[in-house]
T-cell receptor
Framework: GQNIDQPTEMTATEGAIVQINCTYQ??????LFWYQQHAGEAPTFLSY??LDGLEEKGRFSSFLSRSKGYSYLLLKELQMKDSASYLC??????????WGAGTKLIIKP | GAVVSQHPSRVICKSGTSVKIECRSL??????MFWYRQFPKQSLMLMAT?????????EQGVEKDKFLINHASLTLSTLTVTSAHPEDSSFYIC????????????FGQGTRLTVV
């Protein structure tokens, strides 16, 4: 079956770095997405990886290893506004998104 | 990024009534729209996929007669929750993909439905 695993909740300190991991199993693979979702709002796109390696975009970076079925989202210089849920989603061979349950990130001063 | 507008953002309705939620792509033509529901602290659950001008494809377990989806134009899709019950209370989100070339999905703002 198709499955996405990510931690339920993480806590980090303002100004620090946090890494949110995601493992996936899909029927075929057409890329891995990370979205940010604040409570009561719709998800907003953060990153897309389809090739192995690290993609850096400002304070946020995303990494993919296709052979391991593994990705992580790295957030640097954490700010209070980064408190949100981070959703990992893998696109299968039918271009359908398989969503993880999300990781709630709590930032403490 | 592309703009997808969803309306209303919040709605409270009485049990047994119907509620219509609209999803519009404002600056691109959405050939495909997706409807999700999300319960608190849970993932997005795909309900159905709709392509302009054709019948929606519903996911297993989603009642097509209860959740009516219409995608009559390239910029508008609607979800009607018919004969709503309290268990239908949820966060409904649409997303759209289309002719802009980006692979990411663009989401509407979501609709918080409360059935009393």
């Amino acid at each position: 079956g198709q499955n996405i695993d990510q931690p339920t909740e993480m806590t980090a300190t303002e100004g620090a770095i946090v890494q949110i991991n995601c493992t996936y199993q899909t029927s075929g693979f057409n890329g891995l997405f990370w979205y940010q979702q604040h409570a009561g709002e719709a998800p907003t796109f953060l990153s897309y990886n389809v090739l192995d390696g690290l993609e850096e975009k400002g304070r946020f970076s995303s990494f993919l290893s296709r052979s391991k079925g593994y990705s992580y989202l790295l957030l640097k210089e954490l700010q209070m506004k980064d408190s949100a849920s981070y959703l990992c989603a893998a696109m299968d061979s039918n271009y359908q998104l398989i969503w993880g349950a999300g990781t709630k990130l709590i930032i403490k001063p | 990024g592309a703009v997808v507008s969803q309306h209303p953002s919040r709605v409270i309705c009485k049990s047994g009534t119907s509620v219509k939620i609209e999803c519009r792509s404002l600056d691109f033509q959405a050939t495909t729209m997706f409807w999700y529901r999300q319960f608190p602290k849970q993932s997005l659950m795909l309900m159905a996929t709709s392509n302009e001008g054709s019948k929606a494809t519903y996911e297993q377990g989603v009642e097509k007669d209860k959740f009516l989806i219409n995608h009559a134009s390239l910029t508008l899709s609607t979800l009607t929750v018919t004969s709503a019950h309290p268990e239908d209370s949820s966060f409904y989100i649409c997303s759209a993909s289309g002719d802009r070339g980006e692979i990411e999905a663009f989401f509407g703002q979501g609709t918080r439905l409360t059935v009393v």
